[in-house]
């Protein structure tokens, strides 16, 4: 079974502070997506990343995957009380052909007024 | 646009009772999965489907099983239910990647369910 870590399991900051959550694996994964859950809701893709070293970014979110393929990172940039909710990895490493990801156990970010 | 919804948002059930959770997509996807969510364990998969009338477990399928009659629905049974399947449920659809295109899993709102 792959496993995917991510740490910290939970951060509590104010807004306009800077933040990073990681995922971390033992195995390589063909591609990572990072999904954000908010309370109530199911979780919602924000990105995919699929080439060792790629960065990307989203507004004031920025993505990157490592070059072994086994990591990925978020960091936020000035947070504001919306980045908050559950932050979810999660793993294709199968080449896209099969469908199922693993996904790790989140990063509960609560970003304070 | 994208849509999964899940037929209920909260249920209440009694142990011993078949409970069924029932999930439509209308994207013609596919894909189809269950998961349950619970705190400290992330997402578990339970089933999923790749096609109508075909399935295949997931990590956690004990004690519950899964329909899929139609590409749109995706059902969910606990065939007695427990309180150890008290739980958030979600569902999931995709369609198969291709190419340089990476599959994305849409997600439902999820169901709330409370085995007493």
């Known amino acids: 079974t792959q496993l995917l870590e991510q740490s910290p399991q939970f951060l509590s900051i104010q807004e306009g502070e800077n933040l990073t959550v990681y995922c971390n694996s033992s195995?390589?994964?063909?591609?990572l997506q990072w999904y954000r859950q908010e309370p109530g809701e199911g979780p919602v893709l924000l990105v995919t990343?699929?080439?060792?070293?790629e960065v990307k970014k989203l507004k004031r979110l920025t993505f990157q995957f490592g070059d072994a393929r086994k990591d990925s990172s978020l960091h936020i940039t000035a947070a504001q009380p919306g980045d908050t909710g559950l932050y979810l990895c999660?793993?294709?490493?199968?080449?896209?052909?099969?469908?199922?990801?693993?996904f790790g156990k989140g990063t509960l970010l609560t970003v304070n007024p | 646009d994208v849509k999964v919804t899940q037929s209920s948002r909260y249920l209440v059930k009694r142990t011993g009772e078949k409970v069924f959770l029932e999930c439509v997509q209308d994207?013609?996807?596919?894909?189809m999965f269950w998961y349950r969510q619970d705190p400290g364990l992330g997402l578990r998969l339970i089933y999923f489907?790749?096609?109508?009338?075909?399935?295949e477990k997931g990590d956690i399928p004990e004690g519950y099983s899964v329909s899929r009659e139609k590409k749109e629905r995706f059902s969910l049974i606990l065939e007695s239910a427990s309180t150890n399947q008290t739980s958030m449920y979600l569902c999931?659809?995709?369609?198969?990647?291709?190419?340089?295109?990476?599959?994305?899993?849409?997600f439902g709102p999820g169901t709330r369910l409370l085995v007493l």
């Open positions: 999931a659809s995709s369609t198969p990647s291709s190419g340089f295109d990476q599959e994305t899993q849409y």
């Open positions: 195995s390589v994964f063909s591609s």
């Open positions: 990343v699929v080439t060792g070293g």
């Open positions: 999660a793993g294709d490493n199968s080449g896209g052909s099969n469908y199922k990801l693993t």
């Open positions: 994207m013609d996807h596919e894909n």
């Open positions: 489907s790749y096609d109508v009338k075909m399935k």
